[in-house]
């Protein structure tokens, strides 16, 4: 939600929908893939959420996608959280690995150690 402005954002399976305090619906695709995880960045004021092999940061005061990061996975996104200061995305494949990317610029940083069955929850 973003007060200042009358916008509520809600993601659904393959869109992010922006409701203005006018009544009035906005939908945006987020993605072909369905979405397997959004979350808020209180310190950036933005939205990520990441589908398929994609992730993709919003702009939580307007809506409009910021920056996307392609093909960021070997196989498809099962899971995805930030650090605690919100400056690194763990995301979890469905292949049991977990990979670790710059939250501003999308920059690979490291890959942990891979499971035998898919990541379903990082914490």
């Not at 922006?18 to 695709?29: A, E, M, N, S, Y």
């Not at 650090?83 to 690995?97: A, C």
């Amino acid at each position: 939600a973003s007060p200042r402005r009358g916008l509520l954002f809600v993601c659904g399976s393959r869109g992010l929908y922006r409701f203005k305090k006018t009544g009035k619906v906005i939908k945006q695709r987020a993605d072909n893939d369905p979405i397997y995880h959004a979350e808020f960045n209180p310190v950036s004021l933005t939205f990520v959420t990441c589908a398929g092999h994609n992730i993709k940061v919003w702009d939580a005061l307007t809506g409009r996608l910021d920056r996307e990061y392609e093909h960021v996975t070997d196989s498809p996104i099962t899971s995805m959280c930030l650090d605690d200061r919100k400056r690194r995305v763990f995301v979890g494949e469905h292949s049991g690995s977990i990979k670790v990317y710059n939250y501003s610029n999308g920059a690979f940083m490291k890959q942990l150690d891979a499971h035998e069955a898919e990541v379903s929850n990082p914490l």
